[in-house]
């Protein structure tokens, strides 16, 4: 259903509010450049601190500007399963093509909470969702088992998987086989993880090389698998670089660099630190980005 290099933008700020302007200007920079489908309110996103209006609002906004160009997929995922159940409800008004929903955080369900939590939002809602499993950030693992469980559920029909590990990745294919499609939840596992079967990436990078991460998946999906290697090993330092504070930071900050949006975060979030923004300059420098 989904395929290819499919960015979770970034939520441009401008003195605490959302910037339209820019976020319309990012979506437009994104479909100029080959990105194949945009998340919306994914953690990049900074999901968690937009309100519910404010949430809805970016998911419209991305739409809207899009027009029917590429999917629209938006991250709908709560600690609160009836939260999550009434975002995918509204996302699903809005029109988007399917919704993203992480693993409920803080609360540290078991293996049989998960299955039912994303059981009755599938039950729900009638609308194509992408489980998305990032333990470093919620303190869960949906382990292969449960995701092979759930792999049977018609709405259920794809994995963001950004544990980091190719093993569990590739335990979540074996297991699942056609059921559900995988996709790379991190930049520098991506064509490894395409190797074994996954589906594309939902990326960071993108963010600021959109083009470069589309023609990654566009070259393996052509069959092209030397220049989709390279490729892959050609962005991996700054897809690390993406990574050396707390994401949205370091992209957001990228983006400013290059003078596409502010760097403003929210709290608890901050700013990046001198010594690290110096880092990511001089590595944005060797690809020419600013």
């Known amino acids: 259903m989904f395929k290819g290099s499919i960015v979770a933008i970034v939520t441009p700020f401008n003195n605490g509010t959302v910037d339209e302007k820019k976020l319309r200007e990012l979506v437009d920079f994104q479909i100029e450049n080959g990105t194949d489908a945009i998340v919306a309110c ?72 998960l299955y039912l939590h994303y059981t009755a939002i599938a039950d729900a809602v009638e609308i194509p969702q992408i489980l998305y499993n990032v333990p470093g950030r919620t303190g869960v693992n949906l382990l292969p ?64 090389m959109p083009k470069a991460i589309g023609d990654l998946t566009d070259a ?12 892959h090993l050609d962005t991996l330092k700054i897809s690390n670089a993406m990574f050396i504070e707390s994401n949205p930071v370091p992209v957001k900050t990228a983006l400013a660099l290059m003078g596409k949006c502010s760097d403003e975060v929210r709290l608890p979030l901050a700013p990046m630190s001198e010594a690290n923004k110096a880092k990511l300059a001089a590595i944005m420098k060797e690809y020419k980005l600013i």
């Open 42 to 113: 994914g953690t990049t996103g900074e999901s968690s601190t937009l309100d519910n209006e404010e949430h809805l609002n970016v998911i419209k906004i991305v739409f809207d500007q899009a027009k029917g160009r590429v999917p629209v997929i938006a991250g709908t995922g709560s600690n609160s399963t009836a939260e999550a159940i009434h975002l995918t409800r509204e996302a699903k008004a809005i029109g988007v093509a399917g919704v993203l929903l992480v693993t409920p955080y803080y609360n540290k369900p078991t293996q049989e909470g």
């Open 220 to 231: 393996f999906f052509a069959g092209d698998l030397e220049k989709a290697r390279q490729l």
């Open 145 to 208: 088992e449960t995701v092979a469980r759930l792999a049977g559920h018609k709405n259920i029909v794809a994995i963001k998987e950004a544990t980091g590990s190719l093993q569990q990745a590739s335990e979540v294919m074996a297991l699942c086989g056609s059921q559900i499609d995988v996709f790379s939840g991190d930049d520098f596992i991506t064509f490894p993880m395409m190797a074994c079967g996954a589906k594309g990436v939902i990326s960071v990078t993108a963010n600021i």
